[in-house]
């Protein structure tokens, strides 16, 4: 009865690959995010979608595409890793965008 | 630029000990503030949201906003060893903004 749930649990890749993680959501919210967070455990947003639409799209390199086929389902293709992309990601929902968010339990990138 | 202030910390007290964590914001719009814990190589967790100014109390812990001040806070009464975390504020802005979060304070409770 997994509320948000994302796969893979752990990546390790090489840099240049292209990957992809995955998310749902069976809370029957509306509204989806990815978020980053980094060594130093900084939280920053990524991406909103809204009922599928994408609504909020931090400054984020294009090489991030985020993909919603339904509005349980929101999948983060990164291409070309860096280094730099090595971090944890999260994926949340909310009922509405203006509501509370709750989490899923990440995914931890390392690029070498 | 929406910015969101904590003390990193650690912040150390005695079991049993009244625990304090501090967040000030920039948006003076801001609508709406959470307080998520975070476990080491966890998911954050809700813990409690505020959105006026005075106290929410819920069990042993109780929000604290002041708007005209900028200033929220996270009290933790009767301090456990099992609350030692990393404990993120977050700031919802005025209209149609996603959430802003601090960079974190680590509570260590120690037995």
């Known amino acids: 009865d997994t509320a948000v749930s994302q796969t893979p649990k752990y990546l390790v890749t090489q840099m240049g690959n292209d990957k992809s993680i995955k998310c749902e959501q069976n809370?029957?919210?509306?509204?989806m995010y990815w978020y980053k967070q980094d060594s130093k455990k900084f939280l920053k947003i990524m991406f909103s979608?809204?009922?599928?639409?994408?609504?909020i799209n931090e400054t984020v390199p294009n090489r991030f595409s985020p993909k919603s086929p339904d509005k349980a389902h929101l999948n983060l293709h990164i291409n070309s890793l860096e280094l730099g992309d090595s971090a944890v990601y999260f994926c949340a929902s909310s009922p509405m965008l203006q509501e509370t968010q709750y989490f899923g339990p990440g995914t931890r990138l390392l690029v070498l | 630029q929406k910015e969101v202030e904590q003390n990193s910390g650690p912040l150390s007290v005695p079991e049993g000990a009244i625990a304090s964590l501090n967040c000030t914001y920039s948006d003076r719009g801001s609508q709406s503030f959470f307080w998520y814990r975070q476990y080491s190589g966890k998911s954050p967790e809700l813990i409690m949201f505020i959105y006026s100014n005075g106290d929410k109390e819920d069990g042993r812990f109780t929000a604290q906003l002041n708007k005209a001040s900028q200033y929220v806070s996270l009290l933790i009464r009767d301090s456990q060893p099992s609350d030692s975390a990393t404990y993120l504020c977050a700031v919802r802005g005025s209209g149609y903004s996603t959430l802003t979060f601090g960079k974190g304070t680590m509570l260590l409770v120690s037995p």
């Open positions: 809370l029957g919210h509306d509204t």
């Open positions: 979608y809204n009922n599928k639409e994408l609504i």
